[in-house]
């Protein structure tokens, strides 16, 4: 039984260049550009790998574009468990700009998957019944909105603990779906609690009430830049990081998921798993692009972490 599978249903290719400077109506001269593996779940399986642990990778592959991804993915030492489909694996774009030092993003919107499509998805997903599943990363066009709750009913009665890390229609079909753990940021707390943010203390509230619900076990909620809430049903605790230096927030909150499970499935305790998510997610937003954390700055970052129940 592995420890972690991750499973991506939209992914890409992230395509990445800069430019001295972005106008309209003339052909602009990029430098060579760089390619990376993206999308939510092959995020998290980047840096559970770049944190020395392991994980296998499950995500839909199409076309020429799907072939390269898993090059890309096996490049980064990831075991791989393509999905074929019949749509064009998608590539996003970001672009920096350097007279002003802005980066412009340019997200596509992914192949259409089918139903036999994502049912294929969800068997590879538990054939290995890991103990630890992430669900993380955006549904594909043509999905439907309760698919992560399809997982989570396939979970019920198993040993496999499922984290799910997703937005909008997605997210809110997951309630009473029993998840383990839910990363929602506050906006998306808002939503799911049918409340205002009213201060730090009402996070508790709010989240004790999902969890009451049974949305999940444990909610992390994100505070951007300020780190997370951990929150369960007996206990609330605010992790906050030190300031650092700012290149790019790109996968910052899949960092923060990489961090936890891969310290889960160490066997650290769950306290000590947040800690080091918050430390991963503050250690992407220090590299440029899509490189995400670097082992280094986590283990760094992990110690100064302040720790408040």
Same mark, same amino acid.
């Given at each position: 039984?592995?420890?972690?599978?991750?499973?991506?249903?939209?992914?890409?290719? &992230?395509? =990445?260049?800069?430019?001295?400077?972005? @106008?309209?109506?003339?052909?602009?001269?990029?430098?060579?550009?760089?390619?990376?593996?993206?999308?939510?779940?092959?995020?998290?399986?980047?840096?559970?790998?770049?944190?020395?642990?392991?994980?296998?990778?499950?995500?839909?592959?199409?076309?020429?574009?799907?072939?390269?991804?898993?090059?890309?993915?096996?490049?980064?030492?990831?075991?791989?468990?393509?999905?074929?489909?019949?749509?064009?694996?998608?590539?996003?774009?970001?672009?920096?700009?350097? =007279?002003? /030092? +802005?980066?412009?993003?340019?997200?596509?919107?992914?192949?259409?998957?089918?139903?036999?499509?994502?049912?294929?998805?969800?068997?590879?997903? +538990?054939?290995?019944?890991? &103990?630890?599943?992430?669900?993380?990363?955006?549904?594909?066009?043509?999905?439907?909105?309760? *698919?992560?709750?399809?997982?989570?009913?396939?979970?019920?009665?198993?040993?496999?603990?499922?984290?799910?890390? $997703? =937005? /909008?229609?997605?997210?809110?079909?997951? %309630?009473?779906?029993?998840? *383990?753990?839910? %990363?929602?940021?506050?906006?998306?707390?808002?939503?799911?609690?049918?409340?205002?943010?009213?201060?730090?203390?009402?996070?508790?509230?709010?989240?004790? $009430?999902?969890?009451? &619900?049974? #949305?999940?076990?444990?909610?992390?909620?994100?505070?951007?830049?300020?780190?997370?809430?951990?929150?369960?049903?007996?206990?609330? !605790?605010?992790?906050?990081?030190?300031?650092?230096?700012?290149? =790019?927030? !790109?996968?910052?909150?899949?960092?923060?998921?990489?961090?936890?499970? #891969?310290?889960?499935?160490?066997?650290?305790?769950?306290?000590?798993?947040?800690?080091?998510?918050?430390?991963?997610?503050? @250690?992407?937003?220090? $590299?440029?692009?899509?490189?995400?954390?670097?082992?280094?700055?986590? #283990?760094?970052?992990?110690?100064?972490?302040?720790?408040?129940?």
């Amino acid at each position: 039984m592995p420890g972690i599978v991750t499973l991506t249903v939209n992914p890409t290719i &992230d395509k =990445s260049s800069s430019v001295g400077t972005v @106008a309209s109506e003339i052909k602009m001269r990029c430098d060579p550009p760089t390619f990376h593996p993206g999308g939510g779940g092959i995020n998290v399986s980047r840096v559970i790998r770049k944190l020395g642990g392991d994980s296998i990778v499950v995500y839909t592959s199409g076309g020429e574009m799907g072939v390269m991804l898993t090059d890309l993915l096996q490049q980064d030492h990831l075991s791989t468990r393509p999905v074929p489909i019949a749509g064009l694996t998608r590539q996003n774009l970001s672009v920096y700009e350097r =007279s002003s /030092g +802005l980066q412009y993003r340019f997200g596509m919107p992914g192949p259409e998957i089918n139903e036999e499509e994502a049912n294929r998805c969800l068997d590879a997903a +538990l054939e290995s019944q890991p &103990d630890y599943l992430v669900a993380s990363g955006s549904l594909a066009p043509g999905m439907s909105d309760d *698919f992560y709750a399809q997982l989570l009913q396939r979970t019920r009665g198993t040993d496999t603990r499922v984290i799910v890390d $997703t =937005s /909008g229609a997605a997210l809110e079909a997951v %309630k009473e779906g029993g998840a *383990f753990l839910l %990363k929602p940021n506050l906006r998306e707390l808002e939503v799911l609690s049918g409340t205002s943010f009213q201060g730090e203390k009402h996070v508790q509230e709010m989240g004790s $009430t999902l969890i009451a &619900d049974g #949305w999940a076990e444990v909610l992390v909620v994100s505070m951007g830049g300020g780190g997370a809430v951990f929150i369960t049903a007996s206990s609330c !605790v605010r992790l906050r990081p030190p300031v650092v230096p700012i290149q =790019s927030k !790109v996968g910052a909150g899949d960092s923060m998921v990489g961090g936890i499970v #891969w310290a889960l499935a160490s066997g650290h305790s769950l306290l000590d798993s947040i800690r080091y998510g918050v430390a991963a997610g503050s @250690a992407a937003v220090m $590299t440029p692009g899509t490189e995400l954390c670097l082992a280094e700055d986590v #283990w760094d970052l992990y110690e100064r972490i302040a720790v408040m129940e």
